[in-house]
């Protein structure tokens, strides 16, 4: 099955630019989306179709995906952007939905 | 604006079944596939079952299949989920969620999940 991978935790003080990694065999070949969940809250879509971002989500959140990685990068960091981010794709050898291991964003 | 209540979470036993409902509203329900996902405690989101907007092609997860049916009436805009054999391992929040047609489309909208524990 395919396998998403992502690192536990990434950190970056206010002002500051925080970026995420997906990894994934061939990932620039899929369509990347990413989710955003706060404690105690349901997730949210931030970045769909690799690049493309929902009306209500700010400008500092953007996407990339090329090679065997993804990336959400969220500029200017917010002491609100605090949260678990995911990112997930189809798999179309299995019709499965996949999510990543999450990374825990630490504003400092 | 778009609304998914879940419904049904409840404390089950080991090898016990439990129906999930979800109530949908502010969107054209009939027009999008909808998807269990599952979050253990302290966990990652998992996906569980997909079906698509007529309500007659179905998918599950691997650890899901034989024991889960996912359903829809969309007369009621209203999804569920059949669990049964009940596992420890289903322990988890089940969000109920929106997503266009089409395999590649992402999850769109969320529910605010309703909690299953399974234990003896």
């Known amino acids: 099955s395919y396998v998403l991978t992502q690192p536990p935790s990434v950190s970056a003080a206010p002002g500051e630019t925080a970026r995420i990694t997906c990894g994934g065999s061939d990932i620039g070949s899929k369509s990347v989306n990413w989710y955003q969940q706060k404690p105690g809250q349901a997730p949210v879509l931030v970045i769909y179709y690799n690049t493309d971002r929902p009306s209500v989500i700010p400008g500092r959140f953007s996407g990339s995906n090329s090679g065997n990685t993804a990336t959400l990068t969220i500029s200017r960091v917010e002491a609100g952007d605090e949260a678990d981010y995911y990112c997930q794709v189809w798999d179309s050898s299995s019709d499965h939905y996949v999510f990543g291991t999450a990374t825990k964003v630490t504003v400092l | 604006d778009v609304q998914l209540v879940e419904s049904g979470g409840d404390l089950v036993r080991p090898g016990g079944s439990l129906r999930l409902s979800c109530a949908a509203s502010?969107?054209?329900?009939?027009?999008?596939?909808m998807h269990w996902v599952r979050q253990a405690p302290g966990k990652g989101l998992v996906w569980v079952a997909r079906?698509?907007?007529?309500?007659?092609?179905?998918r599950y997860a691997d650890s899901v299949k034989g024991r889960f049916i996912v359903s829809r009436d969309n007369a009621k805009n209203t999804l569920h989920l059949q669990m049964n054999g009940l596992k420890v391992d289903d322990t988890a929040v089940y969000y109920c969620?929106?997503?266009?047609?089409?395999?590649?489309?992402?999850?769109?909208?969320w529910g605010q999940g309703t909690l299953v524990t399974v234990s003896s």
């Open positions: 969620v929106s997503s266009k047609t089409g395999s590649t489309a992402y999850f769109h909208n």
């Open positions: 502010g969107f054209t329900f009939r027009n999008y596939w």
């Open positions: 079906v698509d907007s007529y309500g007659s092609e179905t």
